[in-house]
């Protein structure tokens, strides 16, 4: 099993940065991949970023140049740096891990809200 805790989000303005930290615990070492997803209301859950434990990225475009994913082995926690952010970032942050045995687990989420 394992637990994951987001946290860091908030309201801020347009051109504004936030960042959210994703804090794992129990069994962190199946772990293969990590990422986060969003969920404005409304619309479907899109990926944002992904980082795999080579440390290799992929970021949806809509993010490319602004987001920054990062993992801290060290603190068993992940990152996601966000830049420049506009109204249309507004959306539920989750965090998830996909284990060695492709078992995924989610965070409870966290809100970000960018104001125009």
């Known amino acids: 099993q394992v637990q994951l805790v987001e946290s860091g989000g908030g309201l801020v303005q347009a051109g504004g940065s936030l960042r959210l930290s994703c804090a794992a615990s129990?069994?962190?070492?199946?772990?293969?991949?990590m990422g986060w997803y969003r969920q404005a209301p409304g619309k479907q859950r899109e990926l944002v970023a992904t980082i795999i434990s080579g440390g290799s990225t992929n970021y949806a475009d809509s993010v490319k140049g602004r987001f920054t994913i990062s993992r801290d082995n060290a603190r068993d926690t992940m990152y996601l740096q966000m830049k420049s952010l506009k109204p249309e970032d507004t959306a539920v942050y989750y965090c998830?891990?996909?284990?060695?045995?492709?078992?995924?687990?989610w965070g409870q989420g966290t809100q970000v809200t960018v104001s125009s």
């Open positions: 998830y891990a996909v284990s060695i045995r492709a078992r995924d687990y």
């Open positions: 129990g069994n962190i070492f199946s772990i293969n991949a």
